[in-house]
């Protein structure tokens, strides 16, 4: 069975990425996030992991949640990594892509002029980035719709 790991930071992030859910149904989950409380939002037989949280100015949360996602990932050795960002996402597919883990980066809903800041990163990364606004979409960011309907 196929193991994907999906991960993001909280709020909107968190919301999209559980909405992809349904697409996942017949591979076994990992959900990594910062906020333990959010362990109740995803089914008892996933897996979930609670990573320390980092942005662009707390570098020390970055570097801790990298080398938390390196632990994790030689533990669960996941197929895939798929995210909606933001920066432990991003942090997500760069660990995944060291490791040689196929990776998919997916722009939030909310950016709708350009793609995020991290999403202009992540395409520079990962193995397959997309967004979810059409008049985004380039040779190499892919546009299949959006998840928040």
């Not at 892509?97 to 800041?117: F, P, Q, R, V, Y």
């Amino acid at each position: 069975m196929k193991k994907v790991v999906a991960i993001s930071s909280i709020g909107g992030h968190w919301i999209q990425l559980l909405r992809l859910k349904p697409v996942f149904e017949d591979v076994q989950m990992v959900f990594i996030t910062t906020k333990a409380s959010f362990k109740s939002m995803v089914s008892e037989s996933d897996t979930f992991y609670v990573i320390p949280d980092g942005n662009r100015t707390d570098k020390i949360g970055l570097l801790k949640a990298i080398k938390t996602l390196f632990v994790i990932y030689r533990k669960e050795k996941p197929d895939v990594i798929i995210t909606t960002g933001a920066a432990p996402g991003l942090m997500g597919i760069c660990v995944g892509k060291l490791l040689g883990i196929h990776t998919i980066w997916l722009d939030s809903i909310a950016n709708c002029e350009e793609l995020s800041m991290s999403g202009r990163i992540a395409k520079k990364i990962a193995n397959t980035v997309y967004t979810q606004w059409e008049h985004l979409a380039t040779n190499n960011v892919k546009y299949k719709g959006n998840v928040l309907k």
